[in-house]
Structures are given as C-alpha cells and as structure tokens.
C-alpha cells in the first residue's frame, strides 16, 4: 500500500513569488491536513480538507489556501512569499480526519530567498 | 485552543535502558493521543497512539499511558537501541493535531 506522497521534495523561492505544494494521500483516504514545521514554531496546523471542502484552518494569514480533488489529492498554495515562510511543510492522510490515525509524507522543504 | 507540553526536550540513554517522555494537554475534549518519531529528512511516523478511554496500550518495546484525569500521557521505550534515535512528538486531537515541542532522543552504545 502506497505511502502519502509529496511533490516536490524541495523547493527555493524569491520572496514574493508564489508556490504550490502538492500531497497524495493514501489510497481510500478521505482527509488531508497540512503542518508548517519550524525550528522555532514547531508543528503546526494549516487546514484540513475532507472531501474537497475545507472543514477545519488554523491561525495562518490568508497567504496560506489550500484545495482538494475529487481523488483527495491536495494542493496548498502560498502567495506573496516571505522569508518566514521558510519551513518543512507536511501533509497528513486519514481515513476521515478529526481523531483518527493519521499517516505524515515525507515533506516538501521550501526556502525563500 | 489546545496547548500541549513535552518533558525533557533532550534525553540521552544507554542503550538497554529506558526512555521515558512525558506530556501534558490542557482541552479536556481531547480524545486521541498519538506519538510520533521523526528521523533526519524524513517526516513523523506514527509509532503509537491512545484514545481517552484507555489507559495503557504497548505494542513490543512501546507503551503509552494516559490519565486523563490529570491530563498527561506517557510514553516508555524499553530496552532502546541505537535506531531508536530520533526526535519524538506527543499530540493531542481533537479535530486537529496539536503536538508538544518535540524529544531529541539519543541512544548511545
């Protein structure tokens, strides 16, 4: 059984470009969250996407957006980028999200510039 | 919103002895407590998990305990070894993962 694959493993932006980040679940999982790790902030959460709809976001400017398709790929997006965004962004697959286990890719490592 | 804290942040062990990391949460509507482990490039690997109406659950060298009374859960390694160097996250759910800061755990031989 296939793992949560992420694309691309790593990425260098100049501030103020835009990105997107792109995340397969597991296979017959419907839930996908994304985390921004720091070294200073630690895990965090960005928003969560349960079939194709944003159920759940956390404390990110509105920089941060994220979509889902209808095979529960995901895709988060980043405009404006600034220095800070700087991060292993992590997307994480559940069979439904909320309390449920779930299953980390391997991330991808942006760096702005 | 949930905050969750883990003791120590660093810990150092012989390898055969025991590691032990400790967490606290703070929203009692938590109700599923997973750990994970995190190596070098790589991202966190579930090892282990606990809902709210259990209390121990170990799975061969693992073990978690959670007292939900007093709002802090556990987990024990036995007998480490040297792969199991790594840092370890505690998190608390509800309808998100809320982890603890991390434990760099490191095994010496």
């Known amino acids: 059984k296939a793992g949560v694959t992420q694309t691309p493993r790593y990425l260098i932006k100049t501030r103020g470009q835009q990105v997107t980040l792109s995340c397969s679940p597991i296979s017959g999982h419907r839930s996908v969250s994304w985390y921004q790790q720091t070294p200073g902030q630690g895990l965090q959460f960005l928003f969560e996407y349960f079939s194709e709809t944003q159920r759940n976001k956390g404390n990110f400017p509105g920089r941060f957006s994220g979509r889902q398709f209808s095979n529960s790929r995901s895709e988060m997006n980043v405009s404006t980028l600034e220095l800070g965004d700087s991060a292993l962004y992590l997307c994480?697959?559940?069979?439904?999200?909320?309390?449920?286990?779930?299953?980390f890719g391997q991330g991808t490592r942006l760096t702005v510039v | 919103g949930e905050n969750v804290e883990q003791h120590p942040s660093t810990l150092s062990v012989q390898e055969g002895d025991s590691a032990v990391i400790k967490c606290t949460y703070s929203d009692s509507a938590s109700n599923y407590f997973p750990w994970y482990k995190q190596e070098l490039g790589k991202g966190p690997q579930l090892i282990i998990d606990i809902r709210s109406n259990v209390g121990e659950k170990k799975d061969q060298r693992i073990a978690v305990t959670l007292n939900k009374t007093a709002k802090h859960f556990s987990l024990h390694i036995t007998e480490t070894q040297p792969e199991d160097s790594a840092v370890y996250f505690c998190a608390a759910a509800d309808y998100k993962l809320s982890f603890g800061a991390g434990t760099t755990v490191t095994v010496r031989a």
């Open positions: 994480a697959s559940s069979l439904d999200g909320l309390d449920t286990e779930a299953f």
